[in-house]
Nanobody, 126 residues
Framework: QVQLVESGGGLVQAGGSLRLSCTAS????????MGWFRQAPGKEREFVAV????????YYAGSVRGRFTISEDNAKNTVYLQMNSLKPEDTAVYYC???????????????????WGQGTQVTVSS
């Protein structure tokens, strides 16, 4: 069993920054990709970013590319999402998730993930 706990969300003004953390307990995620997703009010949950199990590959949604950076610290069983130049449209609940597909290096769809955190709220004011 794997438990994922996100932290770091909050209220920030447009143009500001936040860093989200996701810490895993139980079985480690060192052999699986880790992703971030988000869900805005009234919208479906969408992919944000993913990092491969080795940390050597990353992939981002077009809406965040160049502004967000995903990274990991395997020694701490933690994955991070550094969010810069935040926009009001980034307001959402952010979830981290662990992939269940060893064969997919950087999965971007939710069906490739089996463990999810409870989410952390990010609100960007204009």
């Amino acid at each position: 069993q794997v438990q994922l706990v996100e932290s770091g969300g909050g209220l920030v003004q447009a143009g500001g920054s936040l860093r989200l953390s996701c810490t895993a307990s139980g079985r480690t995620f060192s052999s699986y990709a880790m992703g971030w997703f988000r869900q805005a009010p009234g919208k479906e949950r969408e992919f944000v970013a993913v990092i491969s199990w080795s940390g050597s590959s990353t992939y981002y949604a077009g809406s965040v590319r160049g502004r967000f950076t995903i990274s990991e610290d395997n020694a701490k069983n933690t994955v991070y999402l550094q969010m810069n130049s935040l926009k009001p449209e980034d307001t959402a609940v952010y979830y981290c998730a662990r992939s269940n597909r060893v064969s997919v290096v950087v999965p971007t769809t939710q069906d490739n993930y089996d463990y999810w955190g409870q989410g952390t709220q990010v609100t960007v004011s204009s």
